[in-house]
């Protein structure tokens, strides 16, 4: 269930400030240089020095099996589920997606953000902020009485406005006591459709960009998933509470 109690809402704001300032830290080790195995090994050290445990490492889903890291790391056309490893070196001009998810006492909370490695282009730039911008887009939307659909209904106009991709077979999701719970939140849909939004819900949002098509495709070994054309793309998340009617942040 997704309607958190008054000590569980504690919780997971305390849990949400764990995981954003952890993915700060890993954040300002991007450069081009490192590989992506090197940010996995300082997430999860960051995470359990404080008290969190990293809620997608050993994370099973049936068809793709356990996910074996902390961060997911997807890298220019990869949009999410990338698997951190020793063999890719970041190089300048690279954007890198990072999402990440940690456990707190039962309480769970997930996010993601897309940086870029170095000097990147003015299209890949544009990308990042726009993807950004449609998160917060989306989170605006997530008020008392509005429903699940009025998030999607807002970002994807304003993905289309600007001529992204936006990616439809991954959607958002309620949180709490598990990582992934009902309802879906899709990044598209129509106003006034879907659950209805009620205090102390906890949701993570996370529009996924792109600057091409909308098709995806999953790599051989069964997580990554990357562009069909080859486009870049990118991903923002943030975990919310319904707090007074309104959005509250809890990933900041
Ligand atoms: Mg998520």
Redesign the pocket.
Known sequence: MNILKTDQIKKIKICGKILADSLDEVKKKVRPGITTIELDELAEKLLRAKGCTPAFKGYYVAGAGTFPSTLCVSINDEIVHGIPSEKYILKDGDIISLDIGAGYNGIYT?MATTVPVGKISAEAARLLKLTEESLYIGIKQAKAGNRIGDIGAEIEPFAGKHHLGLIRDYV??GIGPEPHLPPQIPNFGQHNTGAKIIENMAL?I?PMLTTGGEDTVVDDNGWTVRTTDGSLAAHF?HTIIIENGKPAIVTK
């Open positions: 997930d958002g999701h993570a996370e998340e």
